[in-house]
């Protein structure tokens, strides 16, 4: 069992900074891989930024070059810097775990692509809203 608690959300104005955290607790091997995702009322749930166990990221196109994924695996305890931030940022933004795969997404990877497939817990959610 993972329990995944966010912290970091608020208002701001565009242009302007936040930076979300995760704290995980729980089965360590659920938690290799961990992320954000974020939603607004009527759409689907779209992937932010992911990282695995060995630190490799993907980042949506949207966001790449503003937003930045990290872990403390000591800690379990996940960020996501978010830099010139826009109205369209505004969302509530989740923080996800799952186990590492064999193969994870191909798509928006910084580097080497990061072995996360699914994700199958989630934390409670954190308002981001951008002015």
């Known amino acids: 069992h993972v329990q995944l608690v966010e912290s970091g959300g608020g208002s701001v104005q565009a242009g302007g900074s936040l930076r979300l955290s995760c704290a995980g607790s729980?089965?360590?091997?659920?938690?290799?891989?961990m992320g954000w995702f974020r939603q607004t009322p009527g759409r689907e749930r779209e992937k932010v930024a992911i990282?695995?166990?060995?630190?490799?990221?993907g980042t949506t196109g949207s966001v790449k070059g503003r937003f930045t994924i990290s872990k403390d695996n000591t800690k379990n305890i996940l960020h996501l810097q978010m830099n010139n931030l826009k109205p369209e940022d505004t969302a509530i933004y989740y923080c996800?775990?799952?186990?590492?795969?064999?193969?994870?997404?191909?798509?928006?990877?910084?580097?080497?692509?990061?072995?996360?497939?699914?994700?199958?817990?989630w934390g409670q959610g954190t308002q981001v809203t951008v002015s």
């Open positions: 990282i695995d166990g060995a630190g490799a990221t």
């Open positions: 729980g089965d360590r091997a659920s938690m290799l891989c």
């Open positions: 996800a775990a799952g186990p590492e795969s064999f193969q994870g997404s191909q798509e928006d990877c910084d580097g080497d692509c990061p072995v996360c497939d699914e994700f199958d817990s």
